[in-house]
C-alpha cells in the first residue's frame, strides 16, 4: 500500500510538470499556486490537468471493473471486453459518427448538428447496451460465469464485427476520430470529461464497501454461496452492473484501453495477495498510475505526434502480464 501511495504521489505530479511544452519548474508551481504567465496557465490548467485528472478516473474505473468482473466470472483474464462493453460503444460510436457526418452533408437534409462533445455518453450507452443484452441472454437459462461470459464472446464478437464493417465501408475524413477513439487517447480531454466520468467513479467507490462479503461469496461456487445464505443472482446482478457501469463510462469518455482492466488487478495480487480489504484500494491506485504514467510516457516518446495511452499499454501489458504469469504459483 505505502508503495502504491509513494507511486501516485510521484506520477500524479510528473504528468501535470512535463509533456511537449517545456514550462520551467519556477511558472508551473506559480501557475498551480493561483499565479505564473498566461501561456503557463493555458497549458496547465486547460490541457494537462484535466487530461490527467480524466486519465485517473477512467484508470480507476477500468481497474475496479476488472477487478469486479474477474472474481464474479472466476476468469482471471476477464476485462471489460470480454462482456461485449467496449465493442458496443465502439459500435454506438462508429454510427453515431456516421449519423454526423449525414447531419452535416450538402443537399438540404433537416437533421439537427450532432456535436461530437456526445461521444462519452454515446459509447457508455453503447457499452451499457450490449452488457444488458448479454445480461438477458445469460438470464434466460443460468446466470451462471461460464454462461455470461460465453454469450459476452459471442456478442462482442457481432458487435465488434458491425462496427468494422461500418469502418471499412465509410471513406469519411471524420473517421479520423474514431480511429483516434479506438486506439484509446488522452489527448484534448478536458474539464468536461472528467465531469462525466466524476459521478460514475464516485458512485462506484461509494458501492465498494457494501459488495467486499458478498463479492467474497461470489467467487465461490453459487450453491456453496447461497449456503452462506447469500442471494447468489441478485448480488451477481449487482456487480455486474456495477462494474459495467464503471467500465461503460470509462470506454465512452477515452475509448476501448487495453490490458488495464485486465492487469491491474493482477498486478495488484502479486503485491498484496487476495485479502480484499488490500486488494480493492491497491487495484484503485495501480489504476490511476497505471493509466497516467502511460500516458505521460506517449506524450514524452512520441514527442508532438504523441503515442495513445491504448497503444502503451498494449506495448508494455503483454510482457508484464508474462512476468506476472510466470512468477503465479
Known amino acids: 500500500m505505502g508503495g502504491c501511495l509513494l507511486a501516485v504521489a510521484l506520477s500524479l505530479p510528473l504528468a501535470v510538470l512535463l509533456g511537449v511544452a517545456d514550462i520551467p519548474l519556477s511558472d508551473s508551481l506559480a ?7 498566461a501561456m503557463a496557465r493555458s497549458i496547465l490548467l486547460d490541457f ?24 464474479i ?8 471486453s470480454i462482456l461485449g462493453i467496449s465493442q458496443g460503444a465502439t459500435l454506438a460510436v462508429a454510427v453515431f459518427l456516421l449519423a454526423s457526418v449525414y447531419s452535416h452533408a450538402p443537399g438540404g437534409n433537416t437533421l439537427p448538428e450532432l456535436p461530437v462533445a456526445w461521444l462519452p455518453a454515446v459509447g457508455m450507452l453503447g457499452g451499457l447496451g450490449a452488457a444488458a443484452l448479454v445480461h438477458l441472454l445469460a438470464l434466460r437459462h443460468d446466470l451462471g460465469p461460464m ?12 458487435l465488434h464485427a458491425l462496427a468494422m464493417g461500418i469502418i471499412a465501408g465509410w471513406g469519411s475524413t471524420r473517421i479520423e476520430i474514431l480511429l483516434e477513439w479506438l486506439a484509446g487517447s488522452l489527448y484534448a480531454r478536458s474539464w468536461e470529461h472528467a465531469a ?15 459488495i467486499l462479503r458478498p463479492l ?38 477515452v475509448g476501448p484501453i487495453a490490458f488495464v482492466g485486465l492487469l491491474t488487478p493482477h498486478l495488484a495480487r502479486h503485491m498484496v495477495g487476495r485479502r480484499q480489504r488490500l486488494l480493492l484500494p491497491v487495484t484503485i491506485l495501480l489504476g490511476a498510475v497505471v493509466v497516467t504514467a502511460g500516458d505521460l510516457a506517449g506524450r514524452l516518446v512520441g514527442g508532438p505526434d504523441e503515442i495513445p495511452i491504448g497503444v502503451v499499454t498494449a ?9 506476472l504469469l510466470r512468477k503465479t504459483p
Open 31 to 37: 501557475t498551480l499556486s493561483g499565479g505564473g504567465s
Open 48 to 71: 494537462r490537468l484535466p487530461r490527467v485528472a480524466t486519465g485517473v478516473l477512467a484508470g480507476i474505473n477500468f481497474a475496479v471493473a476488472g477487478l469486479l468482473l474477474q472474481r
Open 73 to 80: 466470472t472466476r476468469n482471471p483474464l476477464a476485462d471489460p
Open 147 to 158: 454462461r455470461i461470459t460465453l454469450c459476452g464472446v459471442a456478442i462482442g464478437a457481432l
Open 196 to 210: 462525466f466520468l466524476t459521478p460514475f467513479t464516485l458512485a462506484g467507490l461509494a458501492l465498494l464497501p457494501a
Open 216 to 253: 467474497d461469496l461470489l467467487s465461490l461456487d453459487a450453491a456453496v454461496a447461497q449456503s452462506f445464505g447469500l442471494s447468489y443472482r441478485r448480488h451477481f446482478t449487482l456487480v455486474l452492473c456495477l462494474a459495467c457501469g464503471l467500465a461503460a463510462s470509462a470506454v465512452g469518455a
Open 315 to 323: 506495448l508494455l501489458g503483454v510482457p508484464v502480464l508474462i512476468v
